[in-house]
C-alpha cells in the first residue's frame, strides 16, 4: 500500500527489531512475579472502569501479562511452548513484512483493543468488560496462517495439521465467542482487537474474492457451453445431446448450411 510506504520512509527508523521477543522477556518476568505472589494477573488486566477510576497502567500492563492465570510452575512448561510459537510466528511476519510494518500491525491491534474495550463499555455500562494480550496471540495467528497457509503443525506432537485449518477452527471458536458474548459491548471487545488483521489484509481479502468470483463465472460459462448442442436437426430437432446415436449431416438449402439428423434423411 503507498500510504504504509509513504509513511515508512518517514517513520521507519522508530521500528523496534524484535519487539515480540521484548514482550515475551516482559511477560517472563511478571509470570515469575505473579508466581512468587508479588503481583496479581488481574491487576495487569484492562478495565475501562478501573482506568477510568485512575488505574491510568492498565492501557499498557495487559501487554505484557502472561497468556493464562500462572498456577505452577507447570503452567510455565507450557507457556513456555506458546511463547515460542508466539515468537515463531512473529519472527516469520517481521521477515515477511519488515520490522516496520510488522511494529504497525501490532501497535494498530493495541490501539483498536483499547479503543475497542471503552467503547464496549460505553455502550454496555453494566457489563464487565476486559482486555488481555490474547488479541496479540490472535491477529499474529490469522496473519501467519494467511501467509503460511500450508505449514504443518503437531497437534499433541503426533498429529500433523496444516495450519489454516487451525485458523478456520480457532476462527470459529471466535465466532461462537462473538455471538455468546452477553451484550453488545462484549461483542465489540471481542472483534476490536482482531480488526488490524482485516485492516492489513483488506487488498488480499478483495482480491480473493474478486478472484473468486471470475472463476465462479468461468466455471458456469463453460459448464453452458458444454450443455449447449453442436448439431440440431432443423427437421425434428433432435440433437447430438438428447440424440447420441443419430448421425447429423448439413446439406445447402438455398446457400445455408441446414443441419439434418440420420432418421429425417430417409
Avoid at 505449514?151 to 485458523?167: G, R
Avoid at 451484550?183 to 482480491?207: C, K
Wanted: proline share 4%.
Amino acid at each position: 500500500m503507498k500510504f504504509l510506504d509513504s509513511l515508512e520512509k518517514r517513520l521507519g527508523h522508530l521500528a523496534i527489531p524484535n519487539v515480540v521477543l521484548i514482550l515475551i522477556v516482559a511477560q517472563l518476568v511478571m509470570f515469575a512475579a505473579i508466581l512468587v505472589g508479588r503481583l496479581e494477573f488481574i491487576s495487569l488486566i484492562l478495565f475501562p472502569k478501573a482506568v477510568m477510576d485512575g488505574e491510568w497502567w492498565r492501557l499498557f500492563s495487559f501487554t505484557i501479562a502472561p497468556p493464562t492465570i500462572p498456577t505452577s510452575m507447570l503452567s510455565g512448561v507450557f507457556l513456555a511452548f506458546y511463547w515460542y510459537i508466539f515468537w515463531m510466528m512473529s519472527s516469520a511476519l517481521e521477515e515477511a513484512w519488515g520490522v516496520f510494518r510488522f511494529n504497525l500491525f501490532l501497535f494498530v491491534g493495541f490501539l483498536f483493543s483499547i479503543v475497542g474495550a471503552f467503547f464496549g463499555q460505553f455502550i454496555s455500562p453494566s457489563a464487565l468488560i476486559f482486555v488481555s494480550p490474547y488479541f496479540l496471540y490472535l491477529s499474529v495467528f490469522f496473519a501467519f496462517a494467511t501467509l503460511n497457509p500450508n505449514i504443518q503443525f503437531l497437534i499433541f506432537f503426533v498429529i500433523p495439521v496444516k495450519v489454516k485449518w487451525i485458523a478456520w477452527f480457532v476462527a470459529v471458536l471466535t465466532a461462537v465467542s462473538f455471538l455468546g458474548a452477553g451484550s453488545m459491548g462484549e461483542r465489540v471487545a471481542i472483534l476490536a482487537p482482531i480488526l488490524n488483521y482485516f485492516l492489513f489484509f483488506r487488498d488480499a481479502m478483495t482480491q480473493a474474492l474478486q478472484s473468486r468470483k471470475r472463476r465462479a463465472e468461468f466455471d458456469k460459462e463453460r459448464r453452458m457451453i458444454a450443455d449447449q448442442a453442436l448439431h440440431t436437426c432443423e427437421t425434428c430437432g433432435a440433437s447430438d445431446r438428447t440424440h447420441p446415436a443419430r448421425d447429423f449431416r448439413y446439406k445447402m438449402v438455398d446457400g445455408n448450411a441446414v443441419c439434418v439428423c440420420s432418421e429425417c434423411r430417409g
